[in-house]
């Protein structure tokens, strides 16, 4: 249910607000308006449009999990000094809520490499031994402190509530 509304709140920016940004930036340079106002129009599409994109990637409807991980890498360019690559292969049949479950435990884990682990490189591993598909993620960074993996922080408990979901584990 949070992720289709999550895709109805991303359409609804994208079609609805970024079109109306782009219609009025195009309007304002076919009236030689001041070019300080065209860039700001220019950058706040650009700005809803990643904001429709983070909360529905257009590539949560792939077909497959490993390619929803290689556009999560494409997505996640080197910023801030971070890599992200993937590795792996295809995985066999999977729903979309496990699809889903997997792609949005590996933008929190990203995200957390980044943010609290000051870590320079994320690799995630995709396999699928015997039916089982096993995602890993390594990073580089400071690690994760055994309190915080035993907590309830938010990004920990929504990725482990999400692989639950699907009955797996974190």
């Known amino acids: 249910a949070q992720d289709s509304e999550r895709r109805r709140i991303a359409r609804e920016l994208h079609d609805g607000v970024a079109s109306e940004l782009t219609r009025t930036w195009s309007?304002?340079?076919?009236?030689?308006?001041?070019?300080?106002?065209?860039?700001?129009?220019?950058?706040?599409?650009?700005?809803?449009?990643?904001?429709?994109?983070?909360l529905y990637p257009p590539s949560l409807d792939a077909s497959s999990l490993f390619q929803m991980l290689g556009d999560l890498v494409e997505e996640n360019p080197v910023d801030g000094g971070t890599i992200v690559t993937r590795s792996g292969s295809e995985t066999g049949q999977l729903d979309e809520a496990e699809r889903l479950a997997f792609y949005r435990v590996a933008q929190e884990a990203i995200y957390n490499a980044r943010r609290h682990g000051n870590a320079a490189q994320v690799i995630l591993t995709l396999r699928d031994d015997n039916h089982a598909v096993?995602?890993?993620?390594?990073?580089d960074g400071d690690g994760i402190p055994e309190a915080t993996l035993?907590?309830?922080?938010?990004?920990?408990?929504?990725?482990?509530?999400r692989m639950e979901m699907i009955g797996g584990t974190l």
Do not use: K, P, Y
């Open 27 to 54: 309007t304002a340079r076919h009236l030689g308006l001041d070019t300080e106002i065209t860039s700001q129009l220019e950058r706040l599409t650009a700005e809803v449009r990643a904001v429709s994109h983070g």
């Open 134 to 139: 096993q995602l890993v993620i390594e990073d």
């Open 150 to 161: 035993n907590s309830s922080t938010f990004g920990i408990l929504s990725m482990r509530e």
